[in-house]
């Protein structure tokens, strides 16, 4: 469901990379560190809370949608979902579901409660 490219982790069927590294059409993004969301890309897609880290890092011309926590978003028949990861504010992992299977990518992620 998701293959390595030299641009990232892609979804053919979705038609969506994953953190990024390069510019793409459409970046979902875990979190707003520089190593997971590339500069240059046409939208970006990331959970609520982490909207503004994201618009902040990036700079506010660019497009960046955001949705909550745990609400479930069809691209092109795949359903993708944002769950807390507990690494900085906003960070998430990234749950996709096609075909009868489930795959997450966990960017970075903390289990230790904090202050945030």
Same mark, same amino acid.
């Given at each position: 469901? +998701?293959?390595?490219?030299? $641009?990232? /982790? #892609?979804?053919?069927?979705?038609?969506?990379?994953?953190?990024?590294?390069?510019?793409? $059409?459409?970046?979902?993004?875990?979190?707003?560190?520089?190593?997971?969301?590339?500069?240059?890309?046409?939208?970006? /897609? !990331? $959970?609520?809370?982490?909207?503004?880290? =994201?618009?902040?890092? =990036?700079?506010?011309?660019?497009?960046?949608?955001?949705?909550? #926590? &745990?609400?479930? =978003?069809?691209?092109?028949?795949?359903? /993708?979902?944002?769950?807390?990861?507990?690494? +900085? =504010?906003?960070?998430?992992?990234?749950? +996709?579901?096609? &075909?009868?299977?489930?795959?997450?990518?966990?960017?970075? #992620?903390?289990?230790?409660?904090?202050? !945030?």
């Amino acid at each position: 469901m +998701i293959i390595a490219t030299d $641009a990232g /982790l #892609y979804c053919p069927a979705g038609d969506f990379y994953i953190d990024p590294w390069a510019p793409v $059409a459409k970046a979902v993004v875990t979190h707003a560190h520089s190593d997971h969301a590339a500069f240059g890309s046409v939208s970006y /897609l !990331t $959970a609520e809370p982490g909207r503004q880290p =994201l618009r902040t890092r =990036l700079g506010e011309e660019n497009h960046v949608d955001a949705i909550p #926590y &745990g609400e479930r =978003l069809r691209i092109n028949g795949v359903i /993708l979902s944002f769950h807390p990861a507990g690494h +900085i =504010l906003g960070s998430a992992q990234v749950r +996709i579901e096609f &075909g009868g299977e489930v795959w997450v990518v966990s960017g970075d #992620y903390k289990t230790a409660p904090d202050s !945030t």
